[in-house]
């Protein structure tokens, strides 16, 4: 027999939450609460509360390892956690935690996006600030870690010999660059296509999840019942509908801008272009 579950008798006091020991419970406290981050990504700005989880997040996002294959569908995960969670709310539509401010019957399948949902919806909360955008703030870590990274640190290191001005975080990101853009390697094949392959493992994941299986697993955590095939389109969804970004400035109209480079790109043909060519017509 396995080991029976020690009991949570240990309370957080700042939230409703029980732990089996002190010492989980000041961890707990530490990280949630206080805010501690001590240990840093040597790749990127995130920052950590635990050693263990530093090193997670190098092996699952730097180094891309997804060592943890999910029995249902073709999707791989970095930690066995996310891979049961995943198992849950997508194949077994389980969604136990329930809000208790929304009149309808609104669930979700994690504490943690119950949590931000929330946050966000019910509290209004945006306590992860830019420091550099005056104005901008996220209701969660992850957006402003993404946000800081791709828009404001510049350090790009590993540069593309054969690109001139293209350089990549990571030396991994550089190596599957060169793989797929200048080697033209596609290794990875579908076992459903007759001839068609791509260049990366998460690229053959995302088409099959797409194309065959018709998974949306990329659930928005603050509109119950909407999610999405990919998680480049959640994220779309997020900054555009939730943060109210609009980064994609129209260069000839003053203050208008979008929150999608398609989008701004569908305004300058239909409005510009299409002012040019009526004058050009004449």
Known sequence: MGKEAKPRVHPCPHCLTKFPSPSKRDAHARAVHEKWRDYKCPHCSSLFAAKSNMVQHCRTVHERRRDHQCPHCSSRFGRAADMRQHCKTVHEKVRAHACIYCPEDVAFGTMFNLNVHINNVHLKMREHVCPYCEGVAFGRKGNLTRHLDLVHLEE???????????????????????????????????????????????????????????????????????????????????????????????????????????????????????????????
């Open 156 to 282: 790009r290191d590993h540069k593309c010999p054969y690109c001139p001005g293209v350089a990549y975080q990571t030396k991994s990101y550089l190596k599957t660059h060169i793989k797929t853009v200048h080697e033209k390697r596609r290794d990875h094949a579908c076992q459903y296509c007759p001839g068609v392959a791509f260049g990366m493992k998460s690229s053959l994941t995302t088409h099959i999840n797409l194309v065959h299986l018709k998974l949306r697993e990329h659930a928005c955590p603050y509109c119950p019942g909407i999610a999405y095939q990919t998680r480049s389109a959640l994220k779309t969804h997020i900054e555009t509908v939730h943060e109210k970004r609009r980064d994609h400035a129209c260069p000839y109209c003053e203050g208008v801008a979008f929150g999608t480079a398609g989008t701004l790109k569908a305004h300058i043909s239909a409005i510009h272009l299409k002012i040019k060519r009526s004058r050009g017509a004449k």
